[in-house]
């Protein structure tokens, strides 16, 4: 959706798009944010741990079939079932 020139003009020519086609507002959700803040850091650190982890299987799969069946075991020996 485009504003009209017009459509600006009131609005001191300030061309931030929100202002002319909608934006949702954001609904607070009541958590503090620094607990939010250590909450998602301590989540991305998790992430990223396993996505490292799970790099190098690939990477040992890749090596062959004997390394991949040990990095396979590896990997699984420290899942939760």
Do not use: C, F, H
């Not at 020139?5 to 061309?15: K, P, S, V």
């Not at 959700?29 to 982890?53: F, H, I, V, W």
């Not at 075991?73 to 899942?79: I, K, R, S």
Request: no cysteine.
């Amino acid at each position: 959706m485009q504003a009209a020139i017009e459509d600006t003009g009131g609005a001191a020519r300030e061309l931030t798009p929100g202002r002319y086609v909608g934006a949702a507002g954001v609904e607070d959700d009541g958590e503090p944010l620094e607990e939010k803040m250590e909450r998602l850091t301590a989540q991305l650190e998790a992430e990223s741990a396993e996505s490292a982890r799970l790099e190098a299987a690939i990477w040992e799969n890749l090596k062959g079939p004997q390394a991949a069946r040990a990095a396979l075991l590896e990997a699984l020996a420290g899942e939760e079932i």
